[in-house]
């Protein structure tokens, strides 16, 4: 299965891959999901928000254990962030067939659409829909940088905009979602374990800045009759760095546009956007409060206007504890137990269903990244620890 999904969205020039919402590759990973499915029998079906189960057993029974991930990246991501959740859920599949497992109760494998936000800047689209965190009239005003609509997007791709929305009657079947996922971070390489169970996701959101200045002659303007809101992003990407050190959290500017673009102008707009996470909502709300309050005084000075808006939020998840003891118990005493403070749709739907978490050791921490890996023996042991949850959960 890995051997067959590597090469899809791969960027020969980078290593790195492009497996953005509704688009070919997309649609390659998409059909690699359906064939997974039909060859083992199951059950295979697209929701209305363009997420797809793959079903053992009655889809419509109700407390039914979904494992799964999502199979879209990063621009130039890795190769196990989202897809190895997904591989690992067949597999495991095939392990508890192997052992003769008996299910009492649905078991489905799920691949949630655009979870990385990559073309449209907002992260677990699939999921919020369904979770109801994200409207219709919201979804159809997301834009591509080509200016291409959600709507658009999933249209030209053969699905059909106008039926997105929330999914209650859905949620309300799943009994548990268990979702593995390579660690992003280096703490179970720290530990020795190939495996681990998340805690808990830090609160997260993405802000955008638009700093709006002057265009003007990059040659002949003097330095002291400039407008020149690149100065000023700069100052806020340091004031960023800054107040995320003294509090212990995350803050990062990783996506930046500029207007006109010309390198002999002096742009009239830079607009960036800022990722920032924090072990819990007062400091992140005061690392944020600290970087616009930086921001707006860098542009007062410099006769900036400066627009700061919040395009996306996740408070903290907690994964319910009884779900997350109930994996503790059936993997036994001393599996690490990890916060994390990347989001998942298993962060989404926690507000909806039960959630878990299961980690596989990355042995650099590298991630978002085509130098992202896990070693092979350390993913046999994530299958089988889903394979032991699973039979745990929807076994006799």
């Known amino acids: 299965m890995w051997a067959d999904l590597l090469p899809i969205g791969r960027d020969a020039g980078s ?11 997309d649609a390659d990973c998409r059909a690699w999901f359906r064939a997974q499915a039909e060859s083992r029998g199951l059950t295979y079906e697209v929701d209305r928000n363009g997420n797809q189960w793959a079903w053992q057993g009655d889809p419509l029974a109700g407390d039914a254990v979904v494992i799964g991930s999502h199979l879209d990246s990063v621009p130039d991501g890795g190769a ?39 073309r449209f800047g907002l992260a677990c689209v699939g999921s919020r829909l369904a979770a109801g965190q994200l409207t219709p009239e919201k ?40 979702e593995l996922h390579v660690e992003q971070g280096r703490a179970l390489d720290l530990t020795g374990d ?49 107040e995320a050190a003294l509090a212990g959290a995350v803050a990062t500017f990783g996506k930046i546009s500029v207007e006109p673009n010309g390198v002999n102008a002096i742009p009239s707009l830079v607009r960036g956007w800022l990722d920032s996470r924090a072990a819990d909502q007062e400091t992140l709300d005061q690392v944020i409060a600290g970087i616009e309050n930086a921001a707006q005084e860098a542009a007062s000075r410099a006769g900036i206007d400066l627009k700061v808006v919040r395009e996306s939020f996740t408070p903290v998840v907690e994964f319910e504890h009884a779900l997350r003891d109930e994996l503790a118990r059936v993997l036994g005493t001393g599996v690490p137990v990890l916060g994390t403070g990347a989001g998942h749709d298993a962060g989404i739907l926690s507000a909806s269903v039960p959630t878990a978490m299961l980690f596989v050791r990355n042995p650099t921490g590298v991630s978002h990244s085509p130098a992202e890996y896990a070693a092979e023996d350390d993913c046999v042991a994530g299958v089988r620890a889903l394979a032991d949850v699973t039979e745990g959960l929807a076994c006799a």
């Open 15 to 25: 290593g790195g891959y492009r497996r953005y919402a509704w688009t070919g590759a």
């Open 80 to 118: 196990f962030d989202g897809p190895l959740g997904v591989v690992s859920s067949f597999a495991a599949l095939d392990e508890l067939r192997h052992r003769g497992a008996e299910f009492t109760r649905p078991l489905a494998i799920t691949n949630f659409g655009d979870e990385e936000g990559a």
């Open 139 to 178: 979804a159809y005003e997301l834009r591509d940088g080509d200016g291409i609509s959600l709507p658009q997007a999933m249209e030209a791709a053969g699905y059909d905009p106008a039926a997105i929305g929330p999914d209650p009657e859905r949620l309300a079947r799943i009994g548990a979602f268990v």
């Open 194 to 242: 190939p495996v681990g169970l998340a805690s808990a996701i830090w609160p997260h959101g993405r802000w955008r800045y638009d700093f709006h200045g002057e265009a003007n002659h990059a040659g002949t303007t003097r330095l002291a009759d400039r407008r020149d809101p690149m100065l000023t992003y700069a100052e806020t990407v340091l004031a960023a760095r800054r």
